[in-house]
């Protein structure tokens, strides 16, 4: 996108280093994102000051910092590089195990495989707060593995959708099982998305995945670019998780469960966009994009622009041409700011 900076970072000996220098780099950002996120200030902040949030957010800090400590130093180091307080940078973190059936973030992905084309497309869809508070991040680590991920200032790289140097590339969607279905203070998306970039192969990020007591559940799109294979993996707390390998026809995803038996919420903005991509035709590059692209639902769209929920950017992967393109505005118009190839 217009604007988006990229930052390259690494190696680094510590964790903390690469968050501290991460936090300090948007530090400009980061503040600016605390400080307009209605969520965070008028959602997240106020319910950790209650009593009854203590328990939660104290569970969710101990699972997450013991499974993932290298994560957790990372953050930590965000919060040490920014000057923002890392109370902050946790809930904006935890946001979605915290409060799962608020205003939350709706993202669209359309995949094929076929002999034509192997393509992942993937509408990042946030609320309006995110905009302009995005940036991608390059780290190189220990031993020369590096990733690229589209990241949200003061979170761990990525909620939304990157690649790193083994071929392996991911898009993420959020789902909303029902409460009854949440493990409260179980292990977080953001910390499972960012193990996820340090994957060497599709076994495993399904191993990544699998490994961890999940708090709230997630859809995961994982691309094997060398494989030409494409995985939508499912999944909701207990260690429920359903896998469909994608193939010649077209598969439209929003932000409702697809395969996997869960009860979930019964979002009319996922349904009416299903609906919709559901009336399109998906055999080209262009007609995909046309359906990212979408806005003949007024109220709502595939593509969204406002007032509360607004697509960030759309990102193409390309698995013949191994590429990464993200592109500003419509996908429509195919305007693409960054052109990333993937190895």
Known sequence: MAGLETFEVGPCEEAYEMGYLIGQRFSHLIRSRVDNDLILQHQLLPFARSPEAQPLIQSLSTANREMFPRYWDELSGMAGGSGVSALQLVLLNF???????????????VLVVNKAMAIAAHNEDANVALVGHTYLIKATLPG???????????????????????????????????????????????FISRSLLEATDIGDAMSRIRSCSVSVGHSYNLVDVRGRKIMNVETASRNHISVREVGSTPFFHANMYMHLQVEQVQDENSICRHKRAAQLSAHSEAEILSILGDTDNEKYPIYMSGPTL???CTALIDLDKQTLSIIEGNPKNGEVSHLLQMY
């Open 144 to 190: 020369g593995f590096s990733f690229t991920a589209y990241t949200y200032a003061g979170e761990l790289p990525s909620c939304a959708f990157g690649f790193n140097s083994y071929g392996m590339a991911y898009t993420l969607n959020s789902v909303p099982p029902i409460q009854d279905e949440i493990f409260a203070g179980g292990i977080g998306r953001n």
């Open 95 to 109: 946001r979605k195990e915290i409060l799962p059936f608020l205003p939350k973030d709706d993202c669209s992905d």
């Open 310 to 312: 607004y697509t960030l």
